[in-house]
């Protein structure tokens, strides 16, 4: 079993930045960051494998970046630029399964282990 805490959401203009972290109780071999608005699916922003080989969906590309210190074992989303289209509730993801380096993007299917979710508001 691996938990999973999220911090440092919160509301930001356009065109600032925020850091969210995910406090996790074991290493694993692939970590991600999802995130969700009401009525559509959960969608993946990003995954960084064991070895540091990362993922990003096209719309964060050169926006965000994700990041694993080991000694704190905790996992980071750096968002940088926002747009009023990245607010949502986001989650950090965790699974012992290193597949989440074999697809271009990061999907829900290849993880087990959820955070509880934080919110992420970008106004114009």
């Known amino acids: 079993q691996v938990q999973l805490v999220e911090s440092g959401g919160g509301s930001v203009e356009a065109g600032g930045s925020l850091t969210l972290s995910c406090t996790v109780s074991t290493r694993t071999d692939c970590f991600g960051w999802f995130r969700q608005v009401p009525g559509k699916k959960r969608e993946g922003v990003a995954g960084i494998g064991r070895g540091g080989d990362t993922r990003y969906t096209d719309s964060v590309k050169g926006r965000f970046t994700i990041s694993w210190d080991n000694f704190k074992k905790t996992l980071y989303l750096q968002m940088d630029s926002l747009k009023p289209e990245d607010s949502a509730m986001y989650y950090c993801?965790?699974?012992?399964?290193?597949?989440?380096?074999?697809?271009?993007?990061?999907?829900?299917?290849?993880?087990?282990?959820w955070g509880q979710g934080i919110q992420v508001t970008v106004s114009t």
């Open positions: 993801a965790a699974d012992f399964n290193g597949w989440c380096m074999y697809t271009e993007y990061v999907e829900s299917r290849q993880f087990e282990f």
